[in-house]
Each structure stands twice: as C-alpha cells, then as structure tokens.
C-alpha cells in the first residue's frame, strides 16, 4: 500500500503538523480575514440572494471562454473598475489561481520576475511552472530590487509584491512602486489583505499612497477577506486582461467563478462604497486600541506578535482559546519566526479586542 506515514510522523516532530478544526461558534473570532465583519451581515447575504434569485441560472455552467461568462461578472467586473480607476478587470475562482494565472501567464520566457521573498505561496509555486528567470528580492528591500533590476538583461520586467504582508502586516514599500515606473516594469500587486482595509476609499495601496493608476500596474484582490464572500479579480489595463483571457489557463480551462459569490462581492463593495467613513473610522479606533495596549503599530488590520517559538505559539492560542477568543499561531515554515497573528477585526468589538491584547500582554512578557 503506499503509505505517507512517515512524512506525517516527521510533521508531527518537528510540531509542524496540522488539522482542520471546528471552531465553537461562540468563540470570539479575531483570527479570520473577515476584517470588515461582512461574512456575518445577513442584510447583505439576503440581498445577494434577491439579485441572484432573479437571474435565469444562478450556476455558471461553463467557462468564461464557452458561455460561463454572466452579466453578473460583467457587471462587478464594472464596479471594480470604476471603484479602483482601472480600465480593466477579470473575475477568478480565488486569489490562489490568480496568482498563478496571472504569473504562469504574463512572464514569458525572456523575461525576468522579481519576487519578493515573503509573496504568498501561489505566486511563489507558480513561478515553479516557469521558464523564464525568478529572482527573490530580500522583502521590501528596494535598494537590492534596483540593483537587480539596474543589471537585468531582460526586456520584459516583472515585479510582484503584496499590498499589505498577509504575516509581517508591513505596506509594500512606496519606493518599490516607484521603481516599477523608473524601469518601466509591470507591477503585480496582490492587494489580497490591503483591498477594503487600506486607502482614502479603502481601495488599497495605491489609495494608502494617493498613486493614479497606470499603464504597467496589474492589482490582484480576493473576495475572500473584506469583501466577505469567496473569489478574487484581477484588474489591469484593457490590453493585458484581453492577453490574461487569452493566455491564463485558470481562466479558460475552469468554470467561470459562482455567480452567487461574485453578486455578494458586488452587494459587499457597494455597501463599503456607502459605508466607508463608518469603516474607516472603526478601522482607525481598533488600529488605537492595539497601539495602545501592545505597543504595535499596524497600517491594517494584521497584528503579528512575536512569541519564542512553535509550541509557545500553540500554548497561548489554547488559553486563549479558553477565554473564549480565537486567534492564529502561525508557525514556521509559514514564517520564519512563529507569530500570534490578532485580526483587529470590526466584526469583534472594541471591548473584546482590548481584553484579548491584554491577555496577550501578560503571556508574553
Ligand atoms: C497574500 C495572499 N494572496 C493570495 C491569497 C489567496 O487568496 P484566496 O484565499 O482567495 O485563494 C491569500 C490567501 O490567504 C493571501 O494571503
């Protein structure tokens, strides 16, 4: 028989092992990327249902290339163009095949990726499906990025980074942006964890920085986290979406994204759009209150604590856990150093999320 347990013994050594749990619902959830609180918000659930409800199929069948494409795409796709000054936008199943349509996709073999270290794993295991060179840039370090880029040969170059750190919750570096002007390289932007947090109009990155967009920025963001539904898009120029629909194969070899997702990321970003001072506000209060109890200062909703080491992590979630709050251990080899990841979440209030930065506190002093 072929066995794994070898492997899953050598896991559960090194305290690398991991399980899928089932969380008391009544535990206080500030672990999740639900920053905004949407995936509990009925109102917007009940909408979606109504919009979907009066579209003659509410499954989408095929591929986007066949005629999976619904004007319910078409018309988030609208919104999000509009919303975040882009001419172009395409839907994806998740964040995860975005990054590997996009990547697999646009650096062909001539050109050169710059990656930064720390980008999430999707893009990192797309880039083993290359042919072309990837060259990690130590994280946010844009005077090792121009160098690289300064003795790169290739015509085509291509960096890609995170808005916000999804574990180190640190804002891609302003200059690092900038260098994709000066060389005139594509930027892919995984805004994943800074869309709908970040930004005069919660937008992200470019919205933090008060950038325009331009010609060679191509912004990745999911549904999955505070838009409180399940997918991503990808959003571009005209020109490299019309190459992305023709080239990505998570676009044109798997059914188009669900339809009843993609209607309650519409229904979400609307009710942001109509919210947004409300939002930033609670954002801007959460963001104090962790300042002010831990002393760690966040652009977003992340807030990673360092703790000694894999175990200790494990331990302080348990007895959190105990209390009836849920956070995230993140162990290596997730991080490099093993966190406490807190989400200062708005769908946990004020009150909870004081009591857990103290309990926190007194854990790790
Ligand atoms: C930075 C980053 N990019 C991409 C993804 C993948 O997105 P999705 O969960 O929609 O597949 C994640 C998910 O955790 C992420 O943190």
């Known amino acids: 028989m072929i ?83 882009f001419e172009a936008g395409v839907i994806l199943g998740s964040g995860f095949n975005a990054n590997i349509a996009m990547i697999e996709a646009l650096v062909r073999k001539a050109d ?42 290739a015509k085509r170059k291509i960096i890609a980074v995170e808005g916000i750190y999804s574990m180190d919750a640190d804002l891609v570096s302003r200059e690092i942006i900038s260098l994709a002007d000066d060389y005139g390289a594509l930027l892919i932007l995984d805004e994943a964890h800074s869309s709908g947090v970040i930004g005069e109009h919660l937008t992200g990155i470019l919205d933090f920085y008060g ?61 942001i759009q109509k919210n947004l001072l409300s939002f930033k506000k609670q954002i801007a209060s959460r963001q104090k209150i962790v300042e002010s109890i831990l002393g760690l200062k966040s652009e977003g909703l992340i807030v990673p604590i360092r703790v000694k080491d894999n175990r200790t992590a494990i331990q302080i979630q348990a007895e959190l856990l105990q209390e009836g709050y849920l956070v995230g251990a993140i162990r290596q080899p997730t991080v490099d150093a093993p966190i406490i990841r807190l989400i200062a979440r708005l769908g946990a209030d004020e009150k909870a999320l004081s009591d857990v930065c103290y309990l926190i506190k007194s854990k790790i002093r």
């Open 3 to 85: 066995d794994y347990s070898k492997e899953l013994a050598a896991l559960k050594r090194s305290g690398r092992y991991r399980e899928r749990r089932l969380f008391d619902e009544k535990v206080i959830d500030l672990a999740s990327n639900d920053y905004l609180g949407l995936a509990h918000n009925k109102d917007l659930l009940n909408e979606a249902c109504a919009r979907l409800a009066s579209s003659t199929s509410h499954a989408p069948k095929a591929s986007m290339l066949v005629n999976g494409y619904h004007p319910i795409h078409a018309s988030f796709e609208k919104a999000l163009c509009r919303a975040n000054g």
């Open 112 to 153: 050169e990726l710059f990656m930064d270290e720390k980008y999430h794993a999707s893009g990192v295991l797309a880039t083993k499906l290359l042919d072309a060179k990837v060259s990690y840039f130590k994280h946010n370090d844009a005077e090792e990025l121009q160098k690289m880029l300064e003795s790169s040969p």
């Open 211 to 271: 950038l325009s967009v331009k010609e060679n920025y191509i912004k990745m963001g999911t549904l999955g986290k505070a838009y409180g539904s399940f997918g991503a898009y990808i959003l571009a120029s005209a020109h490299i979406i019309d190459y992305l629909v023709n080239r990505a194969k998570p676009i044109i070899y798997a059914t188009a994204p669900s339809l009843f997702d993609t209607v309650l990321g519409e229904v979400s970003l609307e009710y």
